[in-house]
């Protein structure tokens, strides 16, 4: 009688589940993928594009600076880059820097872009550490791949403020190709991917919030390299001009800092808010916040120093001191208090001032001070990370020396010390070999004449030539 229960039973319970166990499937199979959310795609898409726009900003500020005969290849020295590794970026620019790979480089699964489509999540599975899933996991994987590629396109660019007036466009083509590729994309592999030895996925734990290290740091101490190796223009330092057109120097320092927010808040990679502890947070905002304030705070002590040690304020010192204090913010942007954004930007335009001072003294023809406010920026910005970060603002990052974490400014400096290592070597060996095959320099008579007609058969102003053999 038992058993005849057990097997009536037995039967009912597989009866009535098959049609439950079939909802169930089917619900499952129903239920949609991962969707994007439609505020932050719009929050990122409209960052990247801000970042898109420093460049012609940097092709301003740069171009200001310049003398007049030179004015549209200074330009083009940053245009250009959003060709060249607007292309270089997809074909495998974002592979080696974001794919999962080795520690110091990505891998070559996403050449092309293949696999890299519109999911938001998954797309990192089955690499360490296993709980990262996405870089991004409400945005589609292709909008966080374009916002990449604007810090791809810029970093490069800010090289040419150490060689303008003497690079052929040729050569400097050719090196902004090869040098995003092996310069950038495993410094970017390094600090930002998952596993990457230096960054906050599986490595050291480098805090590097939008590139103080990979964008600042190694375009600096690339810029020092490249203005030794290439040597200074004729004119240096016996001869040189002022800046020909002041206003263009503060268009561009104003489109950078207005571009910047999507550089800083925008690496946030959401505009969503989170808690920290007890705490509200929202690390798009503090580093929107930070951003303008660290930019503000070093305007205004740049102009201190040079009404204190000059005499006179200069529209040249705004625009610099400004864009040292947006350098020095951005590896802490997302890490630290307002206040903490004040010092950094006094601290970062302090250093910068006076980098910019000994920078001439040593004679080392760096024409517009790349590495005095980007190196030496960037370095300063890094290090002083590590002193005010604090999770209070922002959960995913680590408390700094303020907090206690002594043992990141360690990890900070050497961070540090790789990044100038890759940077410099890898820029050395680059241009060593462009000088042996095309060459890196333009003729003397053309550096005389101006780079605009000799370069690019055209002139900024349409003077019909007439300052070609102006050689003041």
């Known amino acids: 009688m038992l058993k005849k229960v057990v097997i009536i039973g037995a039967m009912t319970l597989l009866l009535l589940g098959g049609p439950l166990m079939g909802n169930a499937l089917a619900q499952a199979a129903a239920t949609p993928p991962p969707t994007a959310d439609t505020g932050d795609t719009a929050f990122m898409l409209i960052s990247a594009a801000l970042v898109l726009l420093m460049t012609p900003g940097l092709a301003f500020f740069y171009g200001g600076f310049v003398r007049s005969r030179n004015v549209l290849n200074t330009l083009m020295m940053s245009f250009v880059l959003m060709a060249i590794v607007g292309v270089t970026w997809i074909l495998w620019g974002y592979s080696l820097s974001f794919a999962p790979g080795l520690p110091f480089i990505g891998g070559l699964q996403w050449l092309g872009l293949n696999g890299v489509g519109l999911d938001v999540t998954g797309y990192l599975n089955g690499s360490n550490p296993p709980e990262v899933a996405s870089y991004a996991g409400t ?74 290290t990979v964008v600042h740091i190694s375009s600096g101490v690339s810029a020092l390299v490249a203005a030794i190796v290439l040597g200074p223009r004729k004119s240096h330092p016996d001869r040189l001009s002022p800046p020909h057109n002041v206003p263009f120097i503060l268009l561009g320092a104003g489109l950078l800092w207005f571009g910047w927010f999507g550089f800083n808040a925008g690496s946030a990679l959401s505009a969503a808010g989170g808690t920290s502890g007890n705490l509200v947070t929202n690390v798009a905002t503090t580093a929107f916040v930070a951003t303008n304030t660290a930019a503000a705070a070093a305007a205004l002590m740049w102009l201190i120093l040079e009404a204190a040690l000059r005499g006179k304020p200069t529209a040249v010192g705004a ?5 040292a204090g947006l350098v020095g913010i951005t590896p802490a942007a997302g890490f630290v208090t307002p206040l903490s954004a004040i010092f950094i930007g006094f601290i970062t335009a302090f250093v910068c001032f006076y980098a910019v001072s000994f920078k001439h003294k040593l004679q080392i023809d760096d024409a517009l001070d790349t590495y005095p406010v980007h190196g030496v920026g960037g370095t300063v910005g890094a290090i002083l990370t590590a002193i005010f970060a604090t999770v209070e603002v922002n959960a995913g990052g680590k408390n700094g020396v303020l907090k206690g974490n002594f043992g990141e400014l360690g990890v900070e400096l050497a961070a540090i010390v790789i ?27 053309a550096e005389y004449q101006g780079l605009d007609i000799n370069e690019h058969g055209e002139e900024g102003y349409n003077s019909e030539f007439s300052d070609r053999i102006n050689v003041s």
């Open 139 to 212: 945005i589609p994987h292709q909008a966080f791949m374009i916002y990449q590629a604007m810090f791809a396109i810029i970093t490069p660019a800010l090289i040419s403020g150490a060689i303008v007036e003497r690079i052929s466009f040729k050569a400097y083509a050719l090196f902004v190709l090869l040098w995003s590729t092996f310069v950038y994309t495993p410094l970017a592999h390094m600090v930002w991917a998952k596993g990457g030895f230096l960054g906050l996925y599986g490595g050291l734990g480098a805090l590097d919030f939008a590139g103080g």
């Open 319 to 323: 625009a610099t001191g400004a864009v």
């Open 419 to 445: 990044a100038y290592i890759i940077a410099a070597v890898g820029t050395f060996i680059i241009l060593k070999i462009i000088d042996a095959t095309v060459g890196l320099r333009v003729k003397e008579e």
